[in-house]
DNA sequence: TGTCCCAGACCGACCAGTCTGTTTTTCACG
DNA sequence: CGTGAAAAACAGACTGGTCGGTCTGGGACA
């Protein structure tokens, strides 16, 4: 780990820059001002801007899919366990990394960088971890039987979704937290066993 | 409408460039070709490469409400109208618009020209229309009483988180299909009187 | 002849990436 | 433990190319 300590600190810098001002947005001597390297510095440790953005994704991902196991894989109840992943859902709201991801994919002309982010994204564990979640749930019989794989990818379209919707409109949080809530209150009505 | 004829012409050919490559990934050069016109023309037109991309966002939010204003209006059941847009929206889950509003919207530097597109897309009627279409439901007995706001909201960001896994993911039709199907399916079973 | 509409060469800014040189670390060996 | 040379890590000026936007000129039409 820390033979990467710089490394990481490059990416940490390049993290802060493009949840500011998107991928396309910071240029590399942005990335060389927050991390206070030199560019000699950052391009002997990366190949390129795209490289370290693949690499800090990837650390993301892997945070990302810690927090995510940690809450769904406890023993409460299926609501207790989705609805905490929510508040830290709220409380993480402003970090817009999914419109960056769709940004770069879409600015990325190179196809084998295209390829490697498609790799990475799939490699996520994200969605298997909602699939669990929910067939435990189906198990336990606190959800109706359901396409796992399917109400899987749901969950996460509601995730992203009302996060977008927020990155957009950045209203008052009273009001997203509100949408927020009905969105699980609905989704539970819609899958918890009668 | 005849006299903005080469604007529109342009803006279309924007468009296209917009959807295939990104705003930040198409030139004005580009939309040069595309539109078989020349620099100096486009730029008789508009002033700069934002404004065109605000003139065909606001063509194109119209048409759009258009059609969602045209299925969620009718006097069918709720189920009925809202499956019918999820038709619709199948159809053209191609076009990733709100992917490229997201990196608009990380790309702009000019306070201005966020403003202007906050004030668009305010401005613009579709969660009105969803928010009717829902207090209909309700009053008509389908839905159950329900914060009509924020669960336009919540149908909203359905829409585009699934649109937007869509657009990263590009997986085979048939899953995604399956998934918007089951997001229906949740949403339905969480909000109809049983 | 003046106005509208357009063509396309041109410009300055910016930006990812390179290159050359310098400092710091490592480590073999006396 | 000292030392010196090789390798690693970094600094920052520089470059080639791209891109948004301008400018000058010209054709069409009134």
């Known amino acids: 780990m820390e033979k990467d300590s710089k490394k990481d600190l490059i990416a940490d810098a390049a993290l802060a820059c493009f ?6 947005g910071t240029s590399v001597d942005d990335i ?19 490289e370290i953005f693949l690499y800090l994704l990837k650390k993301w991902m892997n945070e990302s899919e810690r927090t995510i196991q ?8 299926a609501v207790e366990k ?3 992943l929510k508040e830290q859902f709220l409380e993480r709201i402003n ?6 991801i769709y940004e770069f994919n879409l600015q990325a002309k190179d196809e084998a960088v295209l390829k490697k982010l ?7 564990k994200r969605k298997a971890i909602f699939k669990d979640y929910i067939l435990l749930a189906i198990r336990k019989g606190e959800f109706r039987p359901l396409d796992a794989e399917a109400a899987a990818d749901v969950l996460i379209s509601i995730f992203e979704g009302l996060g977008l919707q927020w ?14 809530n009905l969105a699980l209150d609905i989704f539970f009505n819609g899958v918890l066993t009668k």
């Open 19 to 24: 949840l500011s001002t998107g991928y396309g």
């Open 32 to 50: 060389v001002k927050a991390s206070g390297m030199s560019k000699g510095g950052i391009y002997w440790h990366f190949k390129s801007k795209e």
């Open 70 to 77: 940690a809450q769904l894989s406890g023993n409460g109840s």
């Open 82 to 84: 989705l609805s905490g």
């Open 95 to 100: 970090e817009p990394v999914s419109a960056i």
């Open 118 to 124: 498609r790799a990475l994204l799939n490699d996520s």
């Open 167 to 180: 990155f957009i409109q950045k209203k008052d949080k009273k009001t997203f937290e509100r949408t927020a």
